[in-house]
């Protein structure tokens, strides 16, 4: 993180928390977050952990990063009872399910 002084609130970002953080360090952080294949980013002061949501973390980022952001997440979720991921492994779909156990999904891939 830069710690430089942030000129105006435009230039800046904050999380509930009240962390400020120039626009720059949190493209970085999240872009390190997503390059080290993390499906959850949190805020960059090291001792709070407060949780950015997907939406505030994915406008940080673009092409090959949010890519990785988005595939760490949905195998988080697909390692869950709630999701299960297509059987092709040239498929990126995933099914949500509103409760757990298991289901056969049958995919528009056709796998």
């Not at 970002?13 to 953080?21: E, I, S, V, Y």
């Not at 360090?25 to 997503?34: N, P, R």
């Not at 294949?37 to 990063?65: I, K, M, N, Q």
């Amino acid at each position: 993180m830069c710690w430089a002084g942030i000129a105006a609130e435009e230039d800046a970002f904050a999380l509930d928390c009240g962390h400020w953080f120039c626009r720059d360090c949190w493209a970085s952080h999240c872009d390190a977050q997503a390059n080290a294949a993390s499906a959850c980013v949190r805020c960059p002061d090291e001792e709070c952990g407060v949780p950015a949501p997907l939406d505030v973390v994915t406008g940080f980022l673009s092409g090959r990063p949010r890519r990785l952001l988005r595939d760490s997440v949905l195998r988080q979720a697909a390692a869950g009872p709630f999701a299960a991921a297509c059987h092709s492994p040239d498929c990126p779909k995933y099914a949500a399910f509103a409760a757990p156990g298991f289901r056969n999904v049958f995919c528009e891939c056709s796998a």
